[in-house]
Every structure is written in C-alpha cells, then in structure tokens.
C-alpha cells in the first residue's frame, strides 16, 4: 500500500515522502497514529499543491532577506560604551544592545540571536557586524561606538 508520509518517521522517511507499505502496517499503525494518510489522488494532488506553497513561501522569504540586507548595510547604528582614565572601557557592547538601538534608531527589529558578533566591542571606533537574516542571506551592520 502506498502511503504519504504526514511527519518523519524514523524507518520509513521524511514529511511528504510517498513510501510503499504493508497493508496491515499502514492499516494498523500509521494511518490511526496520524503519521501518514492514503496514496490516493486526492491527496496526492494536495501534497503537490502544499508543496508548490511552501516553495513560493520560502522564495518570498529570501527575497525579503535580501531586500533587509541591502537595506541595512546602508544604515549605521551608533551607540556609547563607558571609559575611564586612558580610554579603557568597562564592559563592552554586546548583541542586544546593538539590537535595541538598532530598532530605536531606524524602525527595524532585528533579533538579536541573528547578530554574529565575533569578538566582543570593546573600544570606541567603528564596526562591521554579520547578520544571519537567512540560511542563504548574511547581511552587514555598520557600527560606531563613542565614548560615554
């Protein structure tokens, strides 16, 4: 019996697979466990159509990361780090920070997990930060921190 897989399924496959069964196993487990549903026309026809969907979606989606990247590369953020005697700072910027006033400054929130930052701001000056906005789309933040 051919079956469409609704969810992975260790030994069998992954969502969306059409896999061949035995009829009592499909029968008797995946079918009224909900982990699969019937091979038949109907729903054949509907894993196509949520698979065209969920292909436009994540080509809307990358085309938004690329639109927000260039958009932010333009953009620069300019936040204060504390300093005392000689210039040494106490603390340093760190991605939240650099997150809010990002928002604060130009409208767009931007989580603050997707910014990499590979070293910790610790001096005044000016910085290039990545942004993983999507698996295929890194952008770039231009940062300049000053004295407080």
């Known amino acids: ?30 079918i009224p466990k909900g982990i699969g549903a019937p091979a038949t026309a109907g729903n054949i026809n509907d894993l196509k ?6 292909a436009k979606i994540a080509e809307e989606k990358l085309a938004q990361a690329k639109e927000l990247a260039e958009k932010i590369s333009k953009l620069t953020v300019v936040t204060t780090i504390k300093t005392g005697e000689g210039g040494r700072a106490f603390g340093s910027v ?10 604060k400054q130009h409208g767009i929130e931007i989580d603050k997990k997707k910014i990499v930052l590979e070293d910790s701001i610790k001096a005044p000056g000016s910085y290039k930060v990545n942004v993983k ?12 921190v000053k004295e407080a």
């Open 1 to 30: 019996m051919k079956i469409i897989l609704l969810q992975d399924e260790k030994k069998l496959g992954k969502k969306g697979d059409i896999v061949d069964v035995s009829d009592g196993h499909a029968r008797n487990y995946i």
């Open 49 to 54: 159509l949520q698979k065209a969907n969920a």
């Open 94 to 103: 760190a991605s939240k920070e650099i997150a809010e006033e990002f928002k």
């Open 133 to 144: 906005l999507h698996p295929e789309v890194t952008g770039v933040i231009n940062i300049e």
